[in-house]
Each structure stands twice: as structure tokens, then as C-alpha cells.
């Protein structure tokens, strides 16, 4: 015992606590950190491993936006907002209604229904991306929005189900069917009140959906062409004064400028994403 009264293996355990999320934190965010760090370091001491930040200059963000050695960084980021948002968009409605269909309504075949969104978030993205890159060449979609939105909405889809379906499980059907018994429809019902009530848990899986839907690369560097490539794939086409030589710096700042605010943003509404992955979680 110490002279707080808080035995010692009651303190080393909490500092064992601290000390392992601390090391995840550090885990976790130091490459961002070094990313950060080489945005903003003369481009002449790129390799250089000072771990805070030395000889700071803004040419290498400039150089991510220059035109001039046909990179398209500015137009690539637009596409990626157009691509996620619709993306989101588009999952956030199929996806709510198909998660409270199969929550709030019976139906026959409902199980296997469910089963069939769930296994679908189970094939790798390399197996579609042969009968994806026929298909839409067939039908003269490569280099169309839509042949980058349509897959991402696959992939996006069964997250949207299976978080927001759990949800609306738990969700006391007294509101509801309070609601029905003041007149309101089966439609109204789940517009008014229930739909409110999944808030937390829509917002997390739009912020999901939307930074699953700008990070990827693989299906975007063979269905995209140059006026619709995401920042993913533009990024990895930067090309600087050496042909021979990777322009690392300015790939550093255009990395900074995606991912910074996509972390900035998951930070600041950590408790609200927390709430929505676990509410729904624990029956009252």
C-alpha cells in the first residue's frame, strides 16, 4: 500500500494501460507525423532524419499543384470528393433502408438475405477487377465516374447494412409503434422516428464509407482515366524535373493535404463515431 491507499500493483497496472496506448498513439501516428514532417522540408533535404521539422519551405505543396510536369493533383482531389461523396451518398440510402428492413421487418428468406450482403464484403477487390474492366469496357464506361462509384458502393454496402441493421435491432419498438398507433405510416415512422434516433450510427458510417471510398487505388488506377483519376492514383503517377527520380517531396505534401484533414476530421468526432460503432451494441 502506499500512502494514498492505491496498492502498487493497482498503479502499475494503470500505468501498463497508459503506457501500451501511448505506444499505440505513437504507432499509429508517427508515419503521418513523418509525412507531415518531409511536406514541409526543402525538397534539397528530403532524406534527411531530423525528427522535428528543418530548413520549412511551402515549394513542395506548390510543386504537388504544378501543371507543369503533367501532374493533376488539383483536379484528382476534386474527383475524389466527387467519387466519395456520391459514393456515401448513394450507400447511405440503399443502405439505411436495407439495414432497417432487415432489423424491423419479417420477411421469408430474411436470413439469407442478410447473409448474401455480409458475404459479399468477403471477395477480395483483385478477383472483380478482371470482370469489372470487361464489362465496363464493354458497355464504354472506362474513364466514367460511375465506373469507380458503382464498386465502391458494392464495398461500401454491406458495412452500411451490418452496422446500421444492429442498430435499429436495439432500438425500443415502443417508438415505433407509437408512432403507427398516432396515424403515421410504416414510411413515416421510420422517416420521424427512427431514423433520428440511428444519427450517431449514420454519421460513423459515412465517415467510413467516404474515407474507404478516397483510399482506393486498385480498381481506380484501371477504370479511371485522366480527367476523372482519384488522389490515389495521381499521386502515384507524380513525376518531377528528373525523370529517374521520384519527386518525394511533393508526394509527401499531397499526401499531407488528403490524409491530414481525414485524421483532423476523425479526431474531432471521435466520441460521435465511438457512440455509433457501439450504440446498439448493449440491449437495455
Known sequence: MSGSGVPWSKRLGSARVYLGALIILVWG?????WMAVTAFRDPAFTF???????????KNFQNAFDTSRGNNFGKALTNSIVIGTATTLIAL??????????????????????????SASMFPVVVLVTPLFQLFTDIGWIGQYQAMILPNISFALPMTVYTLASFFAELPWELEEAARIDGAS????????????AAPAVFTTAILAFIAAVNEFLLASLLSSDATEPVTVAIARFSGNDPHVAPYAAIMAAGTIVTVPLVIMVLLFQRRIISGLTAGGVKS
Open 29 to 33: 501516428l508517427a508515419p503521418f507525423y
Open 48 to 58: 534527411d532524419n531530423t525528427p522535428w521539422p528543418t530548413h520549412i519551405t511551402l
Open 93 to 118: 440510402v440503399v443502405g439505411v433502408m436495407a439495414a432497417y428492413a432487415i432489423a424491423r421487418i419479417e420477411f421469408r428468406g430474411k436470413r439469407i438475405v442478410a447473409g448474401l450482403i455480409l
Open 186 to 197: 410504416r414510411f413515416q415512422a421510420f422517416r420521424l422516428v427512427m431514423l433520428p434516433l
